[in-house]
Each structure stands twice: as structure tokens, then as C-alpha cells.
């Protein structure tokens, strides 16, 4: 079955840094676009980065550019989150998302999420 599985979240102090990692399975990996999201507490899940299937095209929220940096590696069906200066803003859970549109279909999938908090 599909799984996406986060894993790397944890407890920071401000301007520190974090890696997260998706690992995925039960599906082609290689064929699907991957994102990060995040939500905090209070507010709505929102995108932060995302990464074509190729790698060629990379987008990012503009809270967290020239901070975070999204990446992929299809051989080992794994993507990552690597967060650096980070800030309290940052603080939420953050979700790893697989997406495939292939009409008609429209295949997205989600991991259970990491909590990341950043507190001194």
C-alpha cells in the first residue's frame, strides 16, 4: 500500500537547523511531484516547497526562501526538507505530499506529518 513516512522533526532553537525526510513507498516514486506543507496550530495547511518528478522545477513559499531547500532522490524513493535559520514562525507540523495528475486521475497522497518547534 502507499506510505509516505516523515521523519527528522524535533525541537530547535531559533536560527538552528533541521532535515526532514519522506520516505516513499507503494508507489513510482520517479513519477510524482513532491511537496512539504505545514500547519500551525490556528492556522490552515499551506505550502512550503515543492519539487517536480524531474527535480528541474523547484518552488517555495516566500517565508521560507533562501532558508529551506527541497530535494530528491528517486533512487532511494526519499525526499527532503533541509530548514536551516530556522525561526518560531516555523513551528508546526509539517507534511510530505506525493501528487500525480494523470487525467482524469488526480493521485495526491500524505504522510502523518513531524512536528518541528522552534523555542529557545
Known amino acids: 500500500q502507499v506510505q509516505l513516512v516523515e521523519s527528522g522533526g524535533g525541537l530547535v532553537q531559533p536560527g538552528g537547523s533541521l532535515i526532514l525526510s519522506c520516505a516513499a513507498s507503494g508507489f513510482t516514486f520517479s513519477s510524482y511531484a513532491m511537496s512539504w506543507y505545514r500547519q500551525a496550530p490556528g492556522k490552515e495547511r499551506e505550502l512550503v516547497a515543492r519539487?517536480?518528478?524531474?527535480?528541474?522545477?523547484?518552488n517555495y513559499a516566500d517565508s521560507v526562501k533562501g532558508r529551506f531547500t527541497i530535494s530528491r532522490d528517486n533512487a532511494k524513493n526519499t525526499a527532503y526538507l533541509q530548514m536551516n535559520s530556522l525561526k518560531p514562525e516555523d513551528t508546526a507540523v509539517y507534511y510530505c505530499?506525493?501528487?500525480?495528475?494523470?487525467?482524469?486521475?488526480?493521485?495526491?497522497?500524505w504522510g502523518q506529518g513531524t512536528q518541528v518547534t522552534v523555542s529557545s
Open positions: 519539487i517536480t518528478s524531474a527535480g528541474d522545477i523547484i
Open positions: 505530499n506525493a501528487r500525480r495528475v494523470r487525467l482524469p486521475m488526480n493521485y495526491n497522497y
